[in-house]
């Protein structure tokens, strides 16, 4: 008799399923596992990015005098980690500060690391018992803080950005003075131009792009790589430091006043007296006279400010402000000005021809510290910030005209004690001596994640 094959293998498929259900069991405990912990991982990431970036910030506002850095960029990051995760089981956060930074930021002067380790709960795989998984991120955050500033020169991309040729001088010889942190936002090959016989003396050169320095020109004596100069600097990290501060002063409520040319006889004892008030049109000193402007406001509509013919002027707590036209000292005049300043809505600034200027800028008010302002005009020609020609001009405030080009050239000798110049570009040549002493200025901190 002829067995059924069939009824022999009767059961089979229920052993084989029997066999088999358990793996296919865990390979998708271990799928769908295996996709949590990556979203977990993910959720991790985020969360030690943002701790990271946080904690960097408050390590430099408490190390402005607001607490202990460490702790305070600790707790900020365990702040901000925490968020969204359950408070019976919140991530464990670890902030180290680096002692070298990333080799994407060489330049930074701090570097955090925050790591964000999470334990999520298992759901499937448990049932394989085992530890609970870790998840663990990283994220390192840095601060880009260039030293120097008291020669911002803001433009992009301009090639000869800064420029130092012919005799021209910035900075002082002597070791033992003062001499400026210099930064140069261009991103040219040329950023820097220093040749000829030039000489540049400063605390530090940043420089976005890169420079020449040809001919007998130095750089704190050196004619080659000198090490004060430091290029490939972050671009974020040179700003306007001024941006949005100044305002067009009040001028509402200014009497009208009236500006006679006429020649009077008056002396160093016995000068011309002018008030405070508006005035149209041009105010034009000259024939060797003596002014003096009292104390306030005066508002120049559509006109220039003009001593020359060898006029002597003098101002003491005098704003200036010209809506359209320009400053100008030319013919041997001078200027001499303590706690004044001069605000351009639209014109240059020129002193020419043997002019000499003294000024010293507020000592309080909302032009605190600041000599010249010449806002900024975008899309407009490029503003002018000259002197030349032989002048003599000793500066103690900040020269502000971030969309200027300013030029020294022609024997002008220029000691600008503590000083800084925001500029577009500037050019230092002839003759031109320019000292501002000032190493450091607002340039702006920048926080980046770097990995």
Same mark, same amino acid.
């Given at each position: 008799?002829?067995?059924?094959?069939?009824?022999?293998?009767?059961?089979?498929?229920?052993?084989?399923?029997?066999?088999?259900?358990?793996?296919?069991?865990?390979?998708?405990?271990?799928?769908?596992?295996?996709?949590?912990?990556?979203?977990?991982?993910?959720?991790?990431?985020?969360?030690?990015?943002?701790?990271?970036?946080?904690?960097?910030?408050? +390590?430099?506002?408490?190390?402005?005098?607001?607490?202990?850095?460490?702790?305070?960029?600790?707790?900020?990051?365990?702040?901000?980690?925490?968020?969204?995760?359950?408070?019976?089981?919140?991530?464990?956060?670890?902030?180290?500060?680096?002692?070298?930074?990333?080799?994407?930021?060489?330049?930074?002067?701090?570097?955090?690391?925050?790591?964000?380790?999470?334990?999520?709960?298992?759901?499937?795989?448990?049932?394989?018992?085992?530890?609970?998984?870790?998840?663990?991120?990283?994220?390192?955050?840095?601060?880009?803080?260039?030293?120097?500033?008291?020669?911002? %020169?803001?433009?992009?991309?301009?090639?000869?950005?800064?420029? %130092?040729?012919?005799?021209?001088?910035?900075?002082?010889?002597?070791?033992?003075?003062?001499?400026?942190?210099?930064?140069?936002?261009?991103?040219?090959?040329?950023?820097?131009?220093? +040749?000829?016989?030039?000489?540049?003396?400063?605390?530090?050169?940043?420089?976005?792009?890169?420079?020449?320095?040809?001919?007998?020109?130095?750089?704190?004596?050196?004619?080659?790589?000198?090490?004060?100069?430091?290029?490939?600097?972050?671009?974020?990290?040179?700003?306007?430091?001024?941006?949005?501060?100044?305002?067009?002063?009040? %001028?509402?409520?200014?009497?009208?006043?009236?500006?006679?040319?006429?020649?009077?006889?008056?002396?160093?004892?016995?000068?011309?007296?002018?008030?405070?008030?508006?005035?149209?049109?041009?105010?034009?000193?000259?024939?060797?006279?003596?002014?003096?402007?009292?104390?306030?406001?005066?508002?120049?509509?559509?006109?220039?400010?003009?001593?020359?013919?060898?006029?002597?002027?003098?101002?003491?707590?005098?704003?200036?402000?010209?809506?359209?036209?320009?400053?100008?000292?030319?013919?041997?005049?001078?200027?001499?000005?303590?706690?004044?300043?001069? +605000?351009?809505?639209?014109?240059?600034?020129?002193?020419?021809?043997?002019?000499?200027?003294?000024?010293?800028?507020?000592?309080?008010?909302?032009?605190?510290?600041?000599?010249?302002?010449?806002?900024?005009?975008?899309?407009?020609?490029?503003?002018?910030?000259?002197?030349?020609?032989?002048?003599?001009?000793?500066?103690?405030?900040?020269?502000?005209?971030?969309?200027?080009?300013?030029?020294?050239?022609?024997?002008? +000798?220029?000691?600008?004690?503590?000083?800084?110049?925001?500029?577009?570009?500037?050019?230092?040549?002839?003759?031109? %001596?320019?000292?501002?002493?000032?190493?450091?200025?607002?340039?702006?901190?920048?926080?980046?994640?770097?990995?």
């Amino acid at each position: 008799m002829r067995r059924n094959r069939w009824k022999s293998r009767r059961g089979a498929a229920a052993a084989v399923a029997a066999i088999c259900l358990p793996m296919l069991l865990g390979v998708m405990a271990l799928a769908i596992d295996g996709g949590l912990l990556r979203a977990e991982g993910q959720r991790s990431q985020v969360a030690a990015d943002a701790a990271s970036y946080a904690a960097i910030r408050a +390590y430099h506002k408490a190390g402005s005098g607001q607490g202990d850095p460490m702790t305070a960029a600790t707790a900020t990051a365990v702040d901000y980690a925490r968020v969204g995760y359950p408070a019976n089981n919140p991530p464990q956060v670890t902030v180290v500060r680096l002692a070298s930074p990333p080799p994407r930021y060489p330049t930074a002067d701090l570097a955090l690391k925050v790591v964000v380790s999470t334990h999520p709960p298992r759901l499937f795989s448990g049932i394989f018992g085992g530890p609970a998984p870790s998840v663990a991120s990283a994220s390192v955050s840095v601060r880009l803080r260039p030293s120097g500033g008291g020669i911002i %020169v803001l433009n992009p991309t301009a090639a000869n950005s800064l420029t %130092v040729v012919g005799s021209g001088v910035i900075g002082d010889p002597d070791p033992s003075k003062p001499r400026p942190g210099i930064l140069v936002k261009s991103n040219s090959t040329t950023a820097g131009y220093f +040749y000829g016989d030039s000489r540049t003396y400063a605390a530090s050169i940043g420089i976005v792009g890169k420079y020449v320095l040809d001919g007998s020109a130095t750089v704190n004596g050196k004619t080659t790589s000198p090490d004060v100069i430091r290029t490939g600097v972050d671009p974020s990290t040179i700003i306007d430091p001024l941006a949005s501060t100044f305002s067009p002063p009040d %001028v509402s409520g200014l009497p009208l006043r009236q500006f006679s040319s006429a020649w009077k006889d008056t002396s160093a004892s016995n000068p011309l007296q002018l008030l405070p008030g508006r005035y149209n049109g041009d105010v034009q000193f000259g024939g060797s006279m003596y002014y003096s402007m009292a104390p306030g406001t005066y508002y120049i509509s559509g006109g220039k400010f003009n001593p020359s013919g060898g006029a002597h002027v003098k101002a003491d707590g005098a704003t200036i402000y010209l809506d359209t036209g320009d400053f100008v000292v030319d013919g041997g005049s001078d200027f001499t000005a303590s706690g004044s300043m001069a +605000y351009l809505g639209k014109g240059n600034f020129t002193l020419t021809g043997g002019a000499s200027s003294n000024v010293t800028a507020p000592g309080d008010g909302p032009y605190e510290g600041v000599v010249l302002v010449q806002p900024p005009t975008p899309g407009a020609d490029r503003r002018q910030v000259q002197i030349n020609g032989g002048t003599t001009t000793n500066i103690a405030g900040t020269i502000y005209a971030p969309t200027a080009a300013m030029a020294l050239s022609g024997g002008s +000798y220029t000691i600008n004690g503590r000083t800084q110049l925001i500029v577009d570009t500037l050019s230092v040549s002839g003759a031109a %001596v320019i000292r501002p002493d000032t190493q450091t200025a607002g340039t702006g901190i920048a926080f980046h994640l770097a990995q």
